[in-house]
């Protein structure tokens, strides 16, 4: 791994499971300093249980102020590896890089607001086929940035513009345990996908996520969180492991491995 990429004075320049990444790729990864469901919902239970969660997970607010840097690893169904990544986001979340392995080959890659740069086993201007396989070709380019800016943050991105919460928390069971969840659709600009995120009631802990393209069709997946990744204040969701809405079929897992804030 370079760690000049993870450096927080320098400016960065330059499928897991499909059914995920469209709206990833909506949602990218900006800040925003919107209330969730905005406007008068900022006073509804729902709004109210995720500032919880952001407070029981990043009490200090680290999430899109400080750098940070941390190690994932990721499996596939099959336990094999699937990716294995140094993941750095900036103080501005539009700064971001990635150094590591992914489908086989080793990657490098940085991104800034308004550009973005790659290159693949050493190779700084991969063809359009390994563009493809690398997921280099989405979102002119800023797709990583996207998918791990989501992912990684959450709970706090639930917060982004565009996101609408059904103003009521049910409570419901999920993976044999009582929760409270929070509905959330997405502005028509942003994605047209239905969210549910799982909370622990005592202490507002995220505990999974599901997510429908239709949900009276059942499709779509759930993914399920346990442990910690803890560092410099931040309490991450640790493991994750991904299944299929119909059939519980499993997908693969994910881990971030360590968290460091700079």
């Known amino acids: 791994m370079h760690s000049r990429l993870f450096d927080p004075r320098r ?3 330059g499928r897991p499971f499909g059914s995920l990444l469209l709206l990833l790729t909506a949602l990218g990864c900006d800040a925003g300093d919107e209330t969730p469901g905005g406007g008068d919902a900022v006073d509804a239970p729902a709004a109210q249980l995720v500032e919880r969660s952001i407070a029981f997970h990043d009490p200090g607010g680290v999430w899109g102020s400080r750098a940070i840097e941390m190690v994932w690893f990721g499996t596939g169904s099959d336990g094999g590896e699937r990716v ?9 979340e539009s700064d971001f890089a990635l150094s590591g392995r992914y489908a086989g080959a080793s990657i ?10 790659a290159s693949v086993d050493g190779q700084p201007s991969p063809d359009e086929e390994t563009r493809a396989r690398m997921r280099l ?11 791990y800016g989501f992912l990684a943050g959450l709970p706090m991105k639930i917060a982004d513009p565009g996101a609408r919460l059904d103003p009521e928390v049910a409570e419901t069971t999920f993976e ?20 549910y995120f799982y909370f ?9 996520c599901r997510f429908y393209h239709d949900e009276s069709a059942n499709d779509g997946e759930y993914i399920t969180f346990e442990g910690r990744a803890e560092g410099g204040g931040l309490r991450l969701p640790r493991y994750r492991e991904w299944y299929t809405n119909d059939g519980d079929r499993f997908l693969g897992s ?3 491995r360590s968290v460091r804030v700079r």
Not at 108 to 117: D, H, I, V
Not at 137 to 147: P, V
Not at 176 to 195: C, L, N, S
């Open 176 to 195: 044999g345990r009582e929760v409270h969840a929070v509905r959330v659709t997405y502005d028509p600009d942003v994605g047209g996908d239905i969210w």
């Open 84 to 92: 294995s990544v140094e993941l750095g986001f900036g103080a501005d």
């Open 11 to 13: 400016r960065l320049a």
């Open 200 to 208: 622990d009631p005592a202490t507002a802990e995220l505990v999974g």
């Open 108 to 117: 490098e890659y940085e991104t800034t607001r308004e550009s973005w740069s």
């Open 137 to 147: 070709d989405r979102e002119a380019g800023m797709f990583w940035r996207s998918y």
């Open 254 to 256: 994910d881990e971030i």
